[in-house]
Nanobody, 122 residues
């Protein structure tokens, strides 16, 4: 069983930054794409960013382009989300996910983390 464990969430003022981490552990990890999603209160879960383990193209939701950056550490089997210029509307539970191909951006994942809370105060 693969486990994804997120960390790095917290409370930050608008305009501030946070860096989320997601570490994968367990049996052989075969998912080719890692991503981040978020779910705000009373809203559906939405795609934030994704990238392939092999590197190359990254994808971002329009709402976070230019502010958030996804990166990876293949040796540690970890993926990160650097969030800058945070806004109150970024407040949500952020989830790490692992999947295959472009379907991950539609929420089709092999594995999900438990989530980490990000709260941005105005």
């Amino acid at each position: 069983q693969v486990q994804l464990v997120e960390s790095g969430g917290g409370l930050v003022q608008a305009g501030g930054s946070l860096r989320l981490s997601c570490a994968a552990s367990g049996r052989t990890f075969s998912s080719s794409v890692m991503g981040w999603f978020r779910q705000a209160p009373e809203k559906e879960r939405e795609f934030v960013a994704s990238m392939r383990w092999s590197g190359g193209i990254t994808y971002y939701a329009d709402s976070v382009k230019g502010r958030f950056t996804i990166s990876r550490d293949n040796a540690k089997i970890a993926v990160y989300l650097q969030m800058n210029s945070l806004k109150p509307e970024d407040t949500a539970i952020y989830y790490c996910a692992a999947g295959r191909g472009s379907s991950l951006r539609n929420g089709v994942a092999d594995y999900w983390g438990q989530g980490t809370q990000v709260t941005v105060s105005s």
